[in-house]
């Protein structure tokens, strides 16, 4: 199952969700505004993260061009919470499973949530003969 992390009037996280529709994948969508993210889930976040807090937080966020001081001086803890008490600070949509984890919405990766059964056909089912890029990628496929 996927988690779909999204706020109100996103049209990123409408891209995601719609694709998880279509796909019909099962989701479990969560406003980061109508739900608290406990500190737990939220160091799950970043823990998943390669480059930590960086990766899940917006850069063009209002919210941090107001606060008076760097983030990169908070503790852990501290920026745990300061997501929690100002999460329009996250980047959105984040989608994570078991296996993956996606912040913003990405045409391509968002893929990496279909089953690898289903990847393989779509992959397969995109690249023809006609293809400019056959010689090199759909001869592999064939194999």
């Known amino acids: 199952m996927v988690i779909l ?3 109100a009037g996103c049209i990123s996280c409408r891209k995601a969700r ?8 099962q989701f479990m969508e969560k406003n980061i505004f109508s739900v608290l993210l406990d500190k737990k889930e939220i160091a799950y976040l970043v823990s ?8 899940i937080i917006s850069k063009r966020s209002k ?3 107001e606060i008076d001081f760097d983030l990169e001086s908070l503790s852990f803890n501290e920026l745990v919470t300061f997501i929690q008490q100002h999460p329009s600070v996250l980047r959105r949509p984040i989608l994570i499973d078991v296996d ?20 393989h056909k779509q992959i397969h089912d995109t690249c023809k003969p006609n293809c400019s890029n056959y010689e090199f990628c759909g001869k592999i496929r064939e194999v």
């Open 63 to 65: 919210k941090l061009a």
């Open 100 to 119: 993956n984890m996606l912040v913003g919405y990405d045409d391509d990766e968002i893929s990496t949530f279909l089953p690898s059964h289903l990847r």
């Open 18 to 25: 719609q694709w998880l529709k279509q796909n019909e994948i």
């Open 5 to 7: 992390y999204t706020s």
């Open 48 to 55: 998943r993260c390669e480059n930590g807090f960086e990766d």
